[in-house]
Every structure is written in structure tokens, then in C-alpha cells.
């Protein structure tokens, strides 16, 4: 014991651990600082899930009159399963979250990226300005759903600002047709989360460094090679992170939805969200539904994987790392690209 | 427009300015892109906030629209927060004023905000400053961000009814708690590996526990950290629609829950008092979150990037 205690602090030494003056070692003052935090995942993970699958395998709704432990006695294996990959309804809502998921995010990042080049330049009234185009993002997102519920009626404001400006009276059903609601559904987001994009790409485009980019300018690359060679590869790692996040949030579309459209008209605007909603509440159907939520888990667990890695790497370094303009790996090569780019034109 | 002629001399300042990116782009086109998307982006906001306050007949009338308020009225927030007695008429079957559901948002995203604090410093720290759980918890977490909440909430109705929890602010709480515990966890272990270790060990060296090191040398270095996670928390736990909606009915009903309960009544819509409602919800996340516009992107990419 006497060697044990005098050799410990010295072996430990490099790796910065401290001698233990609080009674207790790093190892149990580390569990005990996530222990309340791991039971709240428990909670929210493997309860949950353990449940799900349980009810996954029933019949049971609550009107039954049986209670959710009591559920075996509506077992039918793997029938809700089977029931949902062969019913159109489930494919339809995954392929249209998928869509609106790809077109939102594509837009946002778009018109984000061409708001965020805009106001690179230092001009009067920036920063107000800057706090207005993130207005949009602070708005409750039930509320947006709302808001543009008002803007799409048929004889609103948006179509009658149409009338005005066409001439003639314009009468679009925005939210009644099953066509084009899902592109009424998609605005509502691309309005609310383009704030976000504009945001972290603005946040970008100010640390890329300064010094290279004048650099590239004076030897005269144009504006789209400086964005071919210089901004984009510099910024990929913000861009990837900025469209997984925003891809991750939007496949998880509710609120606005609900609020609009109510997955209406039919099922044309219900994304995975609203069809689990319904299901649950509407039709009451808890062991589908339960078997539905487990295939959504295990189709966003598989991409998920991908998802995840760059974010967990992100958060380990500081923007300048992220960026890469404190590495020395952005010096010559790019720029000469840049350059040679231009002078083949 | 008075600001253009700036603008032109900003532009022909060259080098003294920052990159000259949209160099081709004169200094004219470039207020004309900004207004344009503006004017676009604004709209919908300007829409409600002037809706709010007008007066009845100006809401939706057939073949006609009223771009600003030609009478302007606060008629619309006092009806829909009961002061004027008159949302007995409101809407049938439902007496209750949006003054309820609004103390409920409060008190639901209040607390939850707290708990998922409370719980989400000591995990923060611990990952950040003694990397606990390994690369597993925090990939976890993050992961549990994927899920569509309503997947995760299913069997959680279940076990909230069976315990009573349902349709209860406690069990609102609790849910808000551990939903938003992640976001404290990313915020906060970011702003915790900011704080050099030598500050806690220097404590610890100087007689402090590691409590103590903690209480008394590291979290007050994050104190500004903790005040913007802290908003930044409360912002999404009032923002929440979907939990409450299925979790509550009518003794625990939040205000976006009742705006949505307006919008689908049968009596029609009442876009004036419904704006008023909605403008009322939006205040907060607006005030709050123009405050920590700093630490936005941080909270909204999962700690993912830091500016």
C-alpha cells in the first residue's frame, strides 16, 4: 500500500492527473457528474424503445380496455411490421419528408449562401440588418405554421398581392391542393431556417482569411473563381455540418406542417411526423404506430451513422480549426488553382 | 435609401474593406438583392403584427385586403387574454382565455429549462473536463437528436398516463427537462473546454475539492455560457408544440397548443385575435434570442460550431 500511494502520482504526472484531494477518485467524480444525465437518456432511450417494441409486436389500442403491460393478449408478431412496409401511406410520407427534407434544405442553403455573400462587405446598417434576417428563426415554429396558414388562404394576402400585380384576380389554392400544398409546407420552413443558414455561412465567409483572398483578387481571379477555388473548399466542413443539421431538423418536420396544412388535404402534406401523429391519436392505433416508430428509428439510426461523425468532430475543435485558417494547409496550392483557373479563361 | 450613397463609397474603398466578394456587383444591385429578399422575409411578420392589431372587419374580408390597419384596435389582445370579459362568446366550448395556456407555457419551459440545467451542467463538465462516458454518451446524445420526438414520445404516453403524468404540468416539465438536457449538454461542454484546466486544478492544489474546484473556480468562468444556454434552452422549451400537444389536454395546455385549438375550432377564423396570440408567443424567443445572438449557431449545430 505504501509503495502503491507514493507511485501513483508520479506515473500519472504526464497524463496531468492530479493527486486526489477531494476523497474520491477522477473516475468516480466523472460518473458521478453524468449519472443524473445518463438516467434521463435511460429514460428517454431505453424505455421507451423497450416499450415501442413490446407494443410494436400487438394489437392493443387504449380503448381496448386493457392496459399497455397487458398488451400480449393482442399479440401478432410481426403483422404491424408487415402492415407497414407493404401500405403506400408509410412509403409516401418517408418519400415525401425526403423531398421536402432535400428541396427546403437545398433552398435554404441557396438563398442562406447568396444572403450570407451579400452582406460579407462592411455597409452601414449591417448589423441591424443582420438581426432582422434572424427574426424568422426566433418565431415559434407552430406559429409560422399559423402565420403563413393566414398568408395562403385563398382570397389572403398573398394571392391578392398576385391579383395586383398580374392584373387579373388570381385564385390559387395553396394549401387545398394536394399538389402544390407540399410546396406551400416546404416555404414555410425554407422562410423559418434560411436565417440559420445565412448565419453560420456569414460566420464563415468572415473568418476565411483575409490576406488570400486580396491576395486572389489582385492577381485578378473573378468573383465565381474565388468561390469555385478559395470559399467553398474552405468552408465544406461548415457546409457539410450546416446541411446534415438542417436535414436532421427538417426530416423531423411537424409543427409548421400541422399548424398549415394538417397533413392535409388527404395524407398530401403528411410527413412521417404527422402520420405517426395521426395514427396515435386520430386512429388510435398504438401497436401500429409503435411499429412505425420503430422502423423510422431504425431508418434514421442507419443514416444517422454518417450523419454524426462530422458533427462529433466539429465539436472537438474551435472555428478557426474548423475552418482551417489556423492549419497551414489552405497556403499555395488552392490559390494558384484560383489563379491558373483564371488565366485559361 | 438615404444609405445607398454610403454604400457606393464603402464600395469604392477597395482595399481598405473586406473581401470585395460580389466585386462585380454595384454597391446598387446589391441594396436591391437585400431589400428584395428583406421585403420577402419580412412579410409574413409584418403580416401578423399588423393583423394583430386590427379591428374585426379588416381581418379577411372577401375580395379585399387591408395591407396595414386603417383603424387600429388592441381590441385583439384584450379579447384573447380575457381582460375585457368577452371571450366567454369567443369560442364556443371553450370559456378559457389564452391567459391560461400562456402561464402554463411559462411555468412548463420555466422549470424544464431548470431541470435540464441542472442535470446538464454536471454531465457537461464531466465530459468536458474528465471526458466521462467515453465517446459513447456524447454520440449518444446526439443521436437521440435524430429521432422524430413523436417516435420517442408514443410509449412515453403510455407510461405518462399510467403514472398520472398526463395532462399535468409536472409531467411537462419533466419531458421538457429531458428533451432539452442535450442542448445543455453540447452548450455547456463547449464553453467548459474553453476554461483552462489549470484554473480547477489550481484550486484543487490550493485545498479545494473537486466540488469545490468546480462550484467555486470553473463555473463562475462560464457564468456568461450559462445565462445564454439558459435562454437559449427556455427558447425551445417555449417553442415546444408537438409534446405538449399530445400530452396535455386541457388542464396543462401551453399557448401554441390553444392557438392551434383556435385554428381548427369550429367558429371560424379569427385571424386578429389569433395574431395578437401569436405575437404574444413570439415576443420572448424574439427578445431573448436577439440577446444571445452570439451563441445561436452554437446552440443550433450542437456545439458543432462555435461562433
Known amino acids: 500500500m505504501e509503495a502503491r500511494t507514493t507511485e501513483v502520482p508520479v506515473r500519472q504526472a504526464p497524463q496531468r492527473r492530479l493527486p486526489d484531494l477531494g476523497g474520491r477518485s477522477e473516475s468516480v467524480v466523472a460518473r458521478l457528474l453524468i449519472a443524473p444525465g445518463q438516467i434521463l437518456m435511460f429514460f428517454l432511450v431505453a424505455f421507451p424503445a423497450a416499450v415501442a417494441i413490446y407494443i410494436g409486436f400487438t394489437e392493443w389500442t387504449p380503448t381496448s380496455g386493457k392496459d399497455w403491460y397487458q398488451a400480449y393478449h393482442y399479440w401478432h408478431w410481426f403483422s404491424g411490421y408487415?402492415?407497414?412496409?407493404?401500405?403506400?401511406?408509410?412509403?409516401?410520407?418517408?418519400?415525401?419528408?425526403?423531398?421536402?427534407?432535400?428541396?427546403?434544405?437545398?433552398?435554404?442553403?441557396?438563398?442562406?449562401?447568396?444572403?450570407?455573400?451579400?452582406?460579407?462587405?462592411?455597409?452601414?446598417?449591417?448589423?441591424?440588418?443582420?438581426?432582422?434576417?434572424?427574426?424568422?428563426?426566433?418565431?415559434?415554429?407552430?406559429?409560422?405554421?399559423?402565420?403563413?396558414?393566414?398568408?395562403?388562404?385563398?382570397?389572403?394576402?398573398?394571392?391578392?398581392?398576385?391579383?395586383?400585380?398580374?392584373g387579373h384576380n388570381v385564385v390559387i389554392h395553396w394549401l387545398d391542393d394536394p399538389s402544390l400544398a407540399k410546396w406551400s409546407v416546404m416555404t414555410v420552413d425554407i422562410w423559418q431556417w434560411t436565417p440559420l443558414m445565412f448565419l453560420i455561412l456569414l460566420s464563415g465567409l468572415v473568418a476565411l482569411p483575409e490576406d488570400q483572398m486580396n491576395q486572389a483578387r489582385i492577381l485578378g481571379a473573378s468573383f465565381w473563381h474565388q468561390l469555385r477555388y478559395l470559399i467553398v473548399p474552405m468552408l465544406k466542413p461548415i457546409i457539410v455540418i450546416a446541411l446534415i443539421i438542417r436535414g436532421i431538423e427538417t426530416f423531423k418536420l411537424f409543427d409548421s406542417a400541422f399548424l398549415l396544412t394538417g397533413g392535409g388535404p388527404g395524407d398530401a402534406t403528411s410527413t412521417v411526423s404527422v402520420y405517426l401523429y395521426r395514427q396515435v391519436i386520430i386512429n388510435a392505433r398504438w401497436g401500429y404506430a409503435s411499429a412505425v416508430a420503430i422502423i423510422i428509428l431504425i431508418l434514421v439510426s442507419a443514416a444517422g451513422a454518417f450523419a454524426v461523425r462530422p458533427i462529433e468532430q466539429a465539436q472537438e475543435e474551435t472555428f478557426e480549426e474548423l475552418v482551417g485558417t489556423e492549419g497551414a494547409h489552405v497556403d499555395g496550392p488552392r490559390l494558384e488553382e484560383a489563379i491558373e483557373a483564371e488565366a485559361t479563361v | 435609401m438615404a444609405t445607398a450613397p454610403v454604400a457606393v463609397d464603402a464600395g469604392r474603398a477597395g482595399s481598405a474593406d473586406r473581401l470585395s466578394l460580389l466585386g462585380r456587383l454595384r454597391p446598387g444591385g446589391r441594396w436591391l438583392a437585400i431589400l428584395l429578399i428583406g421585403g420577402t422575409f419580412g412579410f409574413p411578420l409584418y403580416w401578423t403584427v399588423t393583423m394583430a392589431f386590427k379591428p374585426e372587419d379588416e381581418w379577411n374580408p372577401p375580395g379585399k385586403v387591408f395591407w396595414w390597419p386603417h383603424t387600429w384596435t388592441v381590441s385583439?389582445?384584450?379579447?384573447?387574454?380575457?381582460?375585457?370579459?368577452?371571450?366567454?362568446?369567443?369560442?364556443?366550448?371553450?370559456?378559457?382565455?389564452?391567459?391560461?395556456?400562456?402561464?402554463?407555457?411559462?411555468?412548463?419551459?420555466?422549470?424544464?429549462?431548470?431541470?435540464?440545467?441542472?442535470?446538464?451542467?454536471?454531465?457537461?463538465?464531466?465530459?468536458?473536463?474528465?471526458?466521462?462516458?467515453?465517446?459513447?454518451?456524447?454520440?449518444?446524445?446526439?443521436?437521440?437528436?435524430?429521432?422524430?420526438?413523436i417516435a420517442i414520445i408514443i410509449p412515453l404516453l403510455f407510461m405518462w398516463v399510467y403514472l398520472s403524468l398526463y395532462d399535468t404540468l409536472a409531467g411537462l416539465v419533466i419531458l421538457y427537462?429531458?428533451?432539452?438536457?442535450?442542448?445543455?449538454?453540447?452548450?455547456?461542454?463547449?464553453?467548459?473546454?474553453?476554461?483552462?484546466?489549470?484554473?480547477?486544478?489550481?484550486?484543487?492544489?490550493?485545498?479545494?475539492?473537486?466540488?469545490?474546484?468546480?462550484?467555486?473556480?470553473?463555473?463562475?468562468?462560464?457564468?456568461?455560457?450559462?445565462?445564454?444556454?439558459a435562454l437559449f434552452v427556455f427558447i425551445l422549451n417555449w417553442s415546444d408544440f408537438l409534446i405538449a400537444l399530445v400530452m396535455t389536454q386541457d388542464h396543462a395546455q401551453t399557448a401554441p397548443v390553444y392557438l392551434q385549438a383556435l385554428q381548427s375550432g369550429a367558429s371560424g377564423q379569427e385571424y386578429g385575435k389569433q395574431a395578437a396570440l401569436a405575437m404574444i408567443l413570439i415576443m420572448p424567443p424574439a427578445i431573448f434570442g436577439l440577446a444571445i445572438q452570439r451563441y445561436l449557431v452554437r446552440g443550433l449545430t450542437f456545439g458543432a460550431i462555435k461562433r
Not at chain 1, 412509403?91 to 442553403?109: D, K, N, Q, R, Y
Not at chain 1, 407552430?142 to 395562403?152: D, E, R, T
Request: glycine residues 10%; charged residues 10%.
Open chain 2, 76 to 149: 385583439n389582445f384584450t379579447d384573447i387574454l380575457g381582460i375585457r370579459g368577452a371571450t366567454s362568446v369567443f369560442f364556443t366550448g371553450r370559456s378559457q382565455s389564452a391567459l391560461t395556456p400562456v402561464e402554463h407555457s411559462l411555468i412548463a419551459a420555466g422549470f424544464g429549462t431548470l431541470l435540464a440545467l441542472i442535470v446538464g451542467i454536471f454531465a457537461a463538465y464531466g465530459i468536458a473536463r474528465f471526458r466521462a462516458g467515453g465517446r459513447v454518451l456524447p454520440f449518444q446524445i446526439l443521436q437521440l437528436r435524430m429521432f422524430p420526438p
Open chain 1, 82 to 166: 408487415w402492415e407497414a412496409l407493404s401500405s403506400g401511406s408509410v412509403w409516401h410520407s418517408i418519400w415525401l419528408t425526403a423531398l421536402i427534407t432535400i428541396v427546403a434544405v437545398g433552398v435554404e442553403f441557396a438563398l442562406g449562401f447568396l444572403l450570407a455573400l451579400l452582406f460579407l462587405k462592411e455597409f452601414r446598417g449591417r448589423g441591424l440588418l443582420t438581426l432582422f434576417f434572424l427574426l424568422p428563426m426566433m418565431v415559434v415554429p407552430a406559429v409560422s405554421g399559423f402565420i403563413f396558414f393566414m398568408l395562403f388562404q385563398v382570397d389572403g394576402p398573398v394571392n391578392q398581392g398576385l391579383t395586383a400585380i398580374v
Open chain 2, 177 to 229: 427537462g429531458a428533451v432539452t438536457f442535450p442542448f445543455v449538454v453540447w452548450l455547456l461542454r463547449s464553453f467548459f473546454q474553453e476554461v483552462p484546466r489549470e484554473i480547477s486544478e489550481a484550486a484543487i492544489v490550493d485545498g479545494c475539492t473537486h466540488w469545490g474546484a468546480f462550484f467555486k473556480a470553473v463555473l463562475p468562468q462560464v457564468r456568461g455560457g450559462l445565462a445564454a444556454t
